[in-house]
């Protein structure tokens, strides 16, 4: 029986440049500037997501009116009923409804009880993503991650409204802090949580969560310090999680008679399991979506339905999703490149370069998956980006920070200026077109209010 954990390894030598506090080491502490900052910027999180919540009303009022049903009926509850006489569901798996109806169960109903905690759930993510960068990057990183997320155009907004996509940010984001403690010691428990955790956000927005399970497997399956064998069989012991996280409740509809539970909207055929692989699945990608109120856009850059837009490499960058969540992505983009590029030929189990990879991998699966779906499509979906910008642009920009005066050959730091002014013109080049100086101002505070962190943090150690 092989249960033994491996001990945790010593830092690694990082790429040039690095100190070793930027590996994960449980030495030192982080410096007394880190918590406050954190503070301040969970504070100000908070502030920016609750500020006149009540201007929003009841927000979407397809979830609200669920919301409201699942207040009075703990039938419509259980299934995300669209009304409390359980005559049909809404389209999606129901986790986050859920959290809103207890809301209104306990707090009565109205718009803030609905929306408060769709803003929470941001501020949480923000928290989380703060904690997952920070363990191998140190807190300048993590809370340059943190800022990005929190000011990205689509975060303001998801976190302000009450759409599955908030609380699947939540479950992706702690997943991915579940995937780094597993890479840290070759963990069973935290990588069979980081399959619990996307189980759980398929309950929120059905196989969008899963888009970034090739990713955390690869990452884990490279970097765990154990060998092969034993990393395989933790990956199936996490896929079985995710199928055991996600498939209760599936499994529950499906067997109950369908006289006895309401009508799943969105279906054709009164069948979660057609709604999973049809309407919410596939059909997204490949444009056929039996039960769609409009067609989606078609392969090659064809045009989209009523919200799609067209499909291809720019559709990132396109009037309607650009002021969005672009802003930062293709500096997020160089600096993956550029950290990939300073870790080098690092040893299987380095951390810079899982995390990198983590980061990366989550941003292009996911960006090229909204690029080229021919399904309906909303530029609310790129919430889901924002956790991948975020982290990127804290891991690179540190990385570079660190490295701008290492010994290094000056072949190799020559790059390393022209890759630093990346965020910096490359975000500007995105947001800087007519109707997106909101973006541009949003850029300018976060480095303005972040700036001075990065000359004390050069130095100082990370807790893992």
Same mark, same amino acid.
């Given at each position: 029986?092989?249960?033994?954990?491996?001990?945790?390894?010593?830092?690694?030598?990082?790429?040039?440049?690095?100190?070793?506090?930027?590996?994960?080491?449980?030495?030192?502490?982080?410096?007394?500037?880190? =918590?406050?900052?954190?503070?301040?910027?969970?504070?100000?999180?908070?502030?920016?997501?609750?500020?006149?919540?009540?201007?929003?009303?009841?927000?979407?009022?397809?979830?609200?009116?669920?919301?409201?049903?699942?207040?009075?009926?703990?039938?419509?509850?259980?299934?995300?009923?669209?009304?409390?006489?359980?005559?049909?569901?809404?389209?999606?798996?129901?986790?986050?409804?859920?959290?809103?109806?207890?809301?209104? =169960?306990?707090?009565?109903?109205?718009?803030?009880?609905?929306?408060?905690?769709?803003?929470?759930?941001?501020?949480?993510?923000?928290?989380?993503?703060?904690?997952?960068?920070?363990?191998?990057?140190?807190?300048?990183?993590?809370?340059?991650?943190?800022?990005?997320?929190?000011?990205?155009?689509?975060?303001?907004?998801?976190?302000?409204?009450?759409?599955?996509?908030?609380?699947?940010?939540?479950?992706?984001?702690?997943?991915?802090?579940?995937?780094?403690?597993?890479?840290?010691?070759?963990?069973?428990?935290?990588?069979?949580?980081?399959?619990?955790?996307?189980?759980?956000?398929?309950?929120?927005?059905?196989?969008?969560?899963?888009?970034?399970?090739?990713?955390?497997?690869?990452?884990?399956?490279?970097?765990?310090?154990?060998?092969?064998? =034993?990393?395989?069989?933790?990956?199936?012991?996490?896929?079985?999680?995710?199928?055991?996280?996600?498939?209760?409740?599936?499994?529950?509809?499906?067997?109950?008679?369908?006289?006895?539970?309401?009508?799943?909207?969105?279906?054709?055929?009164?069948?979660?399991?057609?709604?999973?692989?049809?309407?919410?699945?596939?059909?997204?990608?490949?444009?056929?979506?039996?039960?769609?109120?409009?067609?989606?856009?078609?392969?090659?850059?064809?045009?989209?339905?009523?919200?799609?837009?067209?499909?291809?490499?720019?559709?990132?960058?396109?009037?309607?999703?650009?002021?969005?969540?672009?802003?930062?992505?293709?500096?997020?983009?160089?600096?993956?490149?550029?950290?990939?590029?300073?870790?080098?030929?690092?040893?299987?189990?380095?951390?810079?370069?899982?995390?990198?990879?983590?980061?990366?991998?989550?941003?292009?699966?996911?960006?090229?998956?909204?690029?080229?779906?021919?399904?309906?499509?909303?530029?609310?979906?790129?919430?889901?980006?924002?956790?991948?910008?975020?982290?990127?642009?804290?891991?690179?920009?540190?990385?570079?920070?660190?490295?701008?005066?290492?010994?290094?050959?000056?072949?190799?730091?020559?790059?390393?200026?022209?890759?630093?002014?990346?965020?910096?013109?490359?975000?500007?080049?995105?947001?800087?077109?007519?109707? =997106?100086?909101?973006?541009?101002?949003?850029?300018?505070?976060?480095?303005?209010?972040?700036?001075?962190?990065?000359?004390?943090?050069?130095?100082?150690?990370?807790?893992?």
């Amino acid at each position: 029986m092989d249960r033994t954990e491996s001990p945790p390894t010593a830092p690694t030598a990082g790429p040039p440049g690095t100190e070793p506090a930027l590996l994960a080491t449980r030495t030192g502490r982080d410096p007394g500037w880190a =918590r406050p900052a954190l503070v301040g910027l969970l504070c100000v999180t908070a502030l920016l997501y609750l500020w006149g919540l009540g201007a929003s009303g009841w927000a979407n009022a397809f979830y609200s009116a669920a919301v409201q049903a699942g207040s009075q009926s703990w039938t419509a509850f259980f299934y995300g009923s669209s009304d409390a006489a359980n005559s049909i569901t809404v389209d999606k798996t129901p986790a986050s409804l859920w959290l809103m109806a207890l809301s209104v =169960r306990i707090f009565g109903l109205n718009g803030w009880s609905i929306l408060v905690p769709q803003a929470l759930l941001g501020v949480a993510s923000v928290g989380v993503l703060y904690a997952t960068v920070r363990r191998w990057y140190g807190p300048a990183a993590g809370l340059l991650a943190g800022a990005v997320l929190a000011l990205t155009p689509v975060a303001t907004l998801m976190f302000r409204f009450n759409n599955p996509d908030a609380l699947l940010v939540f479950l992706l984001v702690a997943a991915a802090y579940a995937t780094v403690r597993a890479v840290e010691t070759a963990s069973t428990r935290w990588i069979a949580l980081t399959g619990v955790l996307v189980g759980l956000g398929f309950l929120t927005k059905m196989l969008q969560a899963f888009l970034v399970i090739p990713v955390f497997a690869g990452v884990y399956l490279l970097a765990a310090p154990t060998g092969p064998g =034993r990393r395989i069989r933790q990956l199936l012991l996490a896929g079985l999680a995710v199928v055991v996280a996600a498939g209760w409740w599936v499994a529950i509809v499906e067997l109950v008679p369908a006289g006895a539970r309401p009508y799943i909207g969105g279906s054709q055929k009164n069948s979660i399991l057609e709604l999973t692989l049809g309407y919410n699945g596939l059909g997204r990608i490949t444009g056929d979506e039996v039960g769609s109120v409009g067609g989606g856009g078609r392969p090659g850059g064809g045009g989209g339905g009523p919200f799609s837009g067209r499909t291809g490499l720019l559709r990132m960058f396109d009037t309607e999703v650009g002021g969005q969540v672009s802003w930062l992505l293709p500096a997020a983009l160089i600096l993956l490149v550029a950290g990939l590029w300073l870790a080098g030929r690092a040893p299987r189990t380095d951390r810079t370069r899982a995390g990198l990879l983590l980061w990366g991998g989550w941003l292009l699966v996911t960006g090229l998956i909204f690029s080229f779906m021919s399904g309906i499509f909303h530029a609310y979906y790129t919430v889901a980006l924002a956790p991948a910008v975020g982290a990127l642009a804290g891991i690179g920009t540190t990385l570079l920070w660190r490295a701008r005066s290492a010994p290094v050959a000056a072949d190799a730091a020559a790059p390393v200026p022209a890759v630093a002014d990346a965020p910096v013109v490359a975000g500007a080049s995105v947001v800087a077109a007519p109707g =997106r100086r909101r973006a541009l101002v949003a850029t300018l505070v976060l480095a303005a209010t972040l700036g001075p962190t990065w000359a004390p943090a050069s130095g100082g150690c990370t807790r893992t």
